[in-house]
């Protein structure tokens, strides 16, 4: 039974330090909805996301009600869209951007993430269409997102996939110049990307999974933050070490997992499908108290970028996933502390003074959870400049053996300094300077592959 006290705790985390289910994302099968026939294949899509995720919005709603913690994203992940698609001329990958748009707005969700190709070791002409459309597919829907997994620790970076993609990043910007090169913000490029995660953009539904599931993501840096100032009022900051701070943010992990995994069970359960995984990851949003940035501060870093900053953010990182692998088998995704700087106000603060800078975040991303997200940068960073601090993160996640990601906003007619707003849980900043652009051009032109690391053929 749960004791009175846990129940009031839990009111607390909700109404006071910004609790919620950021997302219950249902993963979906579409290989089955192949078909010579563009039409048909679209018509399959929409059929098969309707009946299975028909209810997804009124059970998440009834969870709601139930339990009285907020659910703020319902969510499709889908096979990659490249593996259906596959066959099919340009206007079949736009018809089927815009069915899986369509399928979207029919069940009420706010994202479905599966506009995907996997392209580690190589791309197939399937993979090479899907990627040519992503900035029509991206620009003529509003619900899709997109991932490309460039990279793994066991098949190295593909780096010819890597240079096209920086160009067409700068394609997909020009195309929504009016909304500030938002289309960017729904593509996230990865090295060792899980076929589990719920977050978008980089959601999709692996090769792996059940014919559906229900994948969860909870997020709770208000929680944490607030556990932390709780312990240093108590107890005095001088009277407390660091690893006394890790066990807080252990303890507290672990509650919100236990939590996420309640709603997760439940929705599965209602929806006659398997629950998957809860993915404890630290994602920020706009709402000051619900920062990453904070946390670091109350943990000691006057300025977030200064030195010290990797080593905190690491060992946030690190007291997250205990904390979540002691309170549910079942802890999968990305579960870590994410920095994404325009959905962080104290991380895009510390941008915006000039404390956080490209160089000092790359750091931080060997640490935390995935990478370089949502950052916006000067419209005019050439292509190769764009596709070389991709290829730095890729690097950082295929020897290190983690999951690394960038998502990178280039804002047409903007420079470094100037402001940007995306507005909702997407944020705003300041675009942040490129150092050394144009200088990284001959490298990225030399395309091919970079090698796995020898760790990688061990076993």
């Known amino acids: ?48 996301i309707e ?10 709603d009834a969870m709601v009600t139930k339990y009285g913690i907020p659910i703020v994203n319902k969510r499709i992940a889908v096979s990659p869209a490249a593996d259906v698609a596959a066959g099919h001329s340009m206007s079949g990958y736009i018809a089927l951007a815009k069915a899986l748009d369509q399928a979207a707005r029919s069940i009420g969700v706010d994202f479905i993430g599966g506009y995907s190709a996997q392209v580690q070791k190589g791309a197939s002409q399937a993979d090479e269409m899907l990627m040519d459309s992503l900035p029509e597919a991206m620009n003529c829907t509003s619900k899709v997102c997109s991932s490309i997994n460039v990279g793994t620790s066991r098949a190295g970076i593909n780096m010819e996939a890597v ?20 289309d960017c913000a729904k593509l996230v490029i990865f090295t060792n990307q ?30 944490v933050k607030r556990a932390l100032e709780r312990k240093i009022e108590e107890n005095g900051a001088d009277n407390l070490g660091l690893d006394d701070l890790a066990e807080v943010i252990k303890q507290t992990a672990c509650r919100v997992t236990r939590c996420g995994e309640l709603i997760g069970r439940e929705v599965a359960k209602r929806l006659d499908t398997r629950f998957g995984i809860v993915d404890l990851s630290l994602a920020p949003t ?47 995704g990305l579960s870590g502390a994410f920095i994404p700087v325009c959905e962080d106000s104290a991380l895009a603060a510390a941008a915006t003074r000039g404390e956080l800078r490209l160089e000092k975040l ?4 060997c640490v935390c959870s995935v990478g370089l997200d949502m950052i916006a940068i000067p419209g005019d960073t050439p292509a190769e400049t764009i596709s070389a601090m991709i290829a730095d993160e890729m690097a950082i996640g295929m020897i290190n053996k983690k999951t690394t990601a960038v ?11 100037d402001k940007v707003s995306f507005g909702g849980l997407f944020g705003s900043g300041t675009i ?3 150092p050394n652009m144009g200088k990284s051009a001959r490298f990225i032109n030399f395309g091919g592959h970079i090698p796995a690391p020898i760790h990688s053929l061990n076993n």
């Open 362 to 365: 790359e750091a931080m991303t």
């Open 1 to 48: 039974m749960i004791s009175s006290d846990k129940i009031i705790k839990t009111v607390a985390m909700v109404q006071k330090e910004n609790l919620d289910v950021r997302t219950v994302t249902m993963g979906i099968n579409l290989m089955d909805c192949r078909d010579t026939d563009a039409d048909m294949m679209c018509a399959k899509v929409v059929d098969k």
């Open 163 to 182: 240079g096209r993609l920086g160009h067409i990043l700068l394609d997909m910007s020009k195309r929504s110049k009016d909304k500030d090169g938002f």
């Open 407 to 417: 998502r990178f906003i280039p804002v047409p007619g903007k420079k470094a300094g």
């Open 51 to 60: 009946r299975k995720a028909g209810q997804l919005v009124d059970v998440c």
């Open 194 to 223: 899980p076929e589990d995660n719920p977050f978008m953009a980089g959601a999709y539904h692996g090769h792996g999974e059940p014919e559906t599931v229900i994948n969860v993501g909870v997020s709770g840096p208000g929680v």
């Open 432 to 434: 942040m300077e490129v």
């Open 286 to 332: 706009p709402t000051v108290g619900d920062s990453i940035g904070e946390i670091l501060e109350i943990l000691g870093m006057d300025a977030i970028g200064a030195p010290g900053s990797t080593a905190c953010i690491a060992m946030l990182n690190d007291a997250v996933k205990k904390g979540g692998a002691f309170a549910s088998q079942s802890v999968g």
